[in-house]
């Protein structure tokens, strides 16, 4: 598991990582204090997720004042496997990064369940019901950093050059420190280009 954010200079930053043996609640909640702790007491104000209920319901006792978001391309990827009618999937995209009032938006959303017969789905049910955790309507004004995905930048695409399935857990933990040596570079590269680096006015022009 890695507790990742921005920096201030848009980059990704590795809070922590952890490996656990089993997802469970209990073991979400300790991981979550453990971190809380390692922070000197210091909680987020926002969290993205993939929606897994255990860490969900280990945030909600962990951070209880947290404001917690579903990952977009996690819901993406969903709507894709629970949906399969052509042209859903564009008015579900409106409804969920369409900068709407929330009345405009429960009227789209019901347009949409109405265009597409969507009056008996289980899974159209379950994401109106947590529509506070995902639609911008809803979550606009809470602070996410400008993060939507559990992954910025491809971070896994980055941790891939460093690692792979076929190496041992030992290797891993070295390849894996190489890589957030990687990530601290470019902090330290762009805290010194800020520093004494010559400004460039760029324009659309």
Same mark, same amino acid.
């Given at each position: ?72 391309? *996690? @819901?993406?990827?969903?709507?894709? /496997? ?5 042209? #859903?999937?564009?008015? !579900?995209?409106? &409804? ?61 695409? *980055? @941790?891939?050059?460093?690692?792979? /399935? ?5 290797? #891993?933990?070295?390849? !894996?420190?190489? &890589? ?26």
């Amino acid at each position: 598991m890695i507790f990742s954010g921005v920096n201030n200079h848009n980059q990704t930053v590795i809070f922590a990582t952890a490996l656990v043996s089993d997802e469970t609640e209990q073991k979400y909640v300790l991981l979550l204090e453990q971190f809380v702790d390692a922070m000197k007491g210091k909680a987020p104000v926002s969290v993205t997720t993939d929606g897994d209920l255990a860490m969900k319901n280990a945030i909600k006792s962990a951070f209880p004042y947290v404001h917690h978001r579903l990952c977009v391309w *996690h @819901l993406i990827c969903n709507a894709n /496997s629970n949906v399969h009618i052509l042209g #859903f999937m564009k008015s !579900f995209k409106k &409804c969920m990064l369409g900068d709407f009032e929330v009345g405009k938006f429960e009227n789209l959303w019901d347009e949409m369940v109405n265009e597409f017969g969507l009056h008996e789905s289980r899974w159209i049910a379950d994401m109106h019901n947590k529509r506070h955790m995902w639609a911008t309507s809803y979550i606009k004004g809470s602070f996410f950093a400008g993060i939507s995905t559990t992954s910025r930048e491809g971070f896994h695409s *980055h @941790l891939g050059k460093f690692v792979s /399935s076929k190496i041992g857990l030992f290797e #891993f933990v070295e390849q !894996f420190q190489r &890589c957030l040596t990687y990530f601290r570079y470019r902090k330290f590269k762009a805290d010194f280009d800020s520093d004494y680096g010559n400004v460039v006015p760029q324009t659309s022009l």
